[in-house]
């Protein structure tokens, strides 16, 4: 722990996963004092008609 | 928010996705308050082997 | 299952969540042909300094 | 309920899968006294590269 | 990881979750090959009222 | 979306969470071009007797 679980419809590179990793990681040593070591994070990447706004599919828009 | 998560054994069709999350969402505008816009839904459709009731995956029944 | 994670931040008064529930139980089991008993609904409720919108938590808005 | 959520990096197998719901529906009913029929387990597969610890993809190790 | 995520309605004795999160550590440990320190788990106790089997708060049962 | 949410054993000051919440939702705005209001971040604070790691309650540690 910390446990982050990051969900987003669409993908991501690998790059983009790495960064995101790697600075989440930093912010949680930096201000919560969590050894990097210490910190798990995932990704859950939806199709865009798994994920409505509003009431309506994101690939509706 | 809210931020509402659904999770089903199976798969549903893209239209009966986009009915719950329509229902859902007037569901939370009338009872909860909540503007429309501000309501996020995601479905995960899992393979029924990744689901267990009673100790049996779901492949099994 | 389905099995459906409501997440909001402040609470709801139990006449609220019983009525969110019974509606989407419903809504699961016309559209999705789930029988009502499959369903279970969880409900959190977070504190508002626990949720951020655009990177401010929400008791500072 | 109980609702159990199992995430790991990779993959298992199907035998895995069911030997592990069945073994944790057996813990919860001798220890949390819930009768077989109420526990619901999921398990979520993820990608290596959909995991990070330590602030590194664990497609990285 | 894994990461495990134990979500029931009512509370556990802490001598109850020690029990559970030994036991499924070492039913990890032994059928998915996860050494035992890899393993998180974490219990969410939830009130009566906010959980919902067939369109009913517990709390109504 | 995304959506965050971040699980720790123990509590956060409201200055972390801020900070936190602020940096997280500028990575992604930088990394993976999600306009900075599409962020929501969640905070789940759970007691120490409800984190195992390596089938030991954190309160034991």
């Given amino acids: 722990m910390p446990y982050v ?3 987003i419809a669409g ?4 790059e ?4 995101i990793a790697a600075e989440i990681t ?6 919560a ?3 990097k070591s210490y910190t798990h994070i995932t ?3 939806l199709p865009d008609e798994n994920w409505a706004i509003a ?3 994101l690939d509706e828009e």
Wanted: net charge positive; aromatic share 8%; hydrophobic share 25%.
């Fill in 5 to 7: 679980n990051i969900r």
């Fill in 55 to 57: 009431g309506q599919l």
């Fill in 43 to 45: 990704f859950d990447e």
């Fill in 11 to 14: 993908s991501l590179s690998r």
């Fill in 26 to 31: 930093d912010t949680l040593e930096r201000i």
């Fill in 16 to 19: 983009q996963k790495a960064k």
């Fill in 33 to 35: 004092y969590k050894p």
